[in-house]
């Protein structure tokens, strides 16, 4: 994973990506996974200008948890990451449920 894809900041020392092909075409799209504490909390393609006739960049094919149903398109893979990590920043730690006592 390359880790110098991030931007850089405190608010994002807790994510990486994990670079993939998504077989959403015949020959697959560049894909990210983006990952939170080792969990998986995005999907990102790069966006392929001829094929859907837009202006290049990142899309947010799916998020998981506080991501559900949010679908988006980036100019820059920083504003992509930036902005779920901005979903992550008001995440209080919370005592769990059960208990092994």
């Not at 996974?33 to 995005?42: D, E, I």
């Not at 100019?75 to 992550?88: K, S, Y």
């Amino acid at each position: 994973m390359d880790t110098s894809m991030l931007p850089r900041g405190s608010d994002l020392r807790d994510f990486s990506l994990l670079d993939v092909r998504l077989g959403t075409v015949d020959g697959g799209e560049q894909g990210l996974l983006v990952m939170r504490s080792n969990q998986l909390v995005a999907v990102l393609t790069q966006v392929d200008e001829e094929l859907y006739s837009v202006k290049g960049g990142w899309f947010l094919e799916t998020g998981y948890g506080r991501l559900t149903g949010c679908h988006q398109l980036f100019e820059t893979l920083d504003d992509a990451t930036c902005w779920i990590a901005g979903h992550f920043e008001t995440e209080t730690h919370e005592t769990p449920r059960y208990s092994m006592a």
